[in-house]
């Protein structure tokens, strides 16, 4: 297993995803994405904090232009289980209404944060409201959601790297992997 980040090697069971499965994945999305906004004047908001790596790499494959914008919310806390709670740490700083808006996952788990973004948001009356996540898990989900564009579906398992942390550590893998049990206290 190559494992670019110095120290985390100990931890991590299994890579699922490389850097470079990911990258061309963005690459793939960016140009169907590209072809939907064309002409629009389009607003990605990123959640954080999950979603930096997703956004930022993104943002950079697309060539439309585009502002950004970052709401932060959090159901997980320390855990591995959502609580279903869903609770705005920080809000847009933009008004959406009549604006083109893309939201930006890393993850699609049980779906319960997205289900609830996409009532928030669309409350705001945007000219239009769509998805785009990294990751989903269909195993894991408890509510239905419409995905305009998903990049992998992946087994029911927890994962961390690329944005995605256990107990805020493993954001900055460059990849996406699962942790040795005994990072759990396993
Ligand atoms: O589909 P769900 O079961 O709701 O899970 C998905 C959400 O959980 C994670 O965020 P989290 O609330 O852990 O905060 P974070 O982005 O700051 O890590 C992830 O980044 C998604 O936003
Ligand atoms: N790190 C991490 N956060 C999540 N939030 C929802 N699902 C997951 C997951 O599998 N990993
Ligand atoms: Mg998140």
């Given at each position: 297993m190559r494992v670019d980040a110095k120290d985390m090697g100990a931890d991590l069971k299994q890579v699922l995803i490389t850097k470079e499965e990911i990258d061309a994945k963005l690459a793939e999305l960016a140009a169907k994405i590209d072809a939907e906004y064309t002409g629009k004047d389009l607003l990605i908001v990123g959640v954080l904090k999950g979603a930096v790596m997703v956004m930022a790499d993104l943002a950079r494959a697309l060539s439309t232009p585009l502002t950004m914008d970052w709401m932060a919310v959090s159901s997980y806390g320390a855990g591995t289980q959502s609580s279903g709670v869903v609770r705005i740490l920080k809000d847009l700083d933009t008004d959406i209404k009549g604006r083109h808006v893309l939201i930006v996952e890393d993850i699609i788990d049980s779906g319960l944060t997205l289900s609830w973004l996409i009532t928030n948001l669309g409350s705001r009356e945007p000219a239009s409201l769509k998805v785009c996540t990294l990751l989903r898990k269909p195993d894991a989900a408890k509510v239905a959601i419409d995905v305009e564009w998903v990049g992998f579906d992946i087994p029911n398992e927890f994962v961390v790297g690329y944005g995605l942390d256990y107990a805020e550590k493993?954001?900055?893998?460059?990849f996406v992997g699962t942790l040795a049990p005994h990072v759990y206290g396993g």
């Open positions: 493993y954001r900055n893998l460059p």
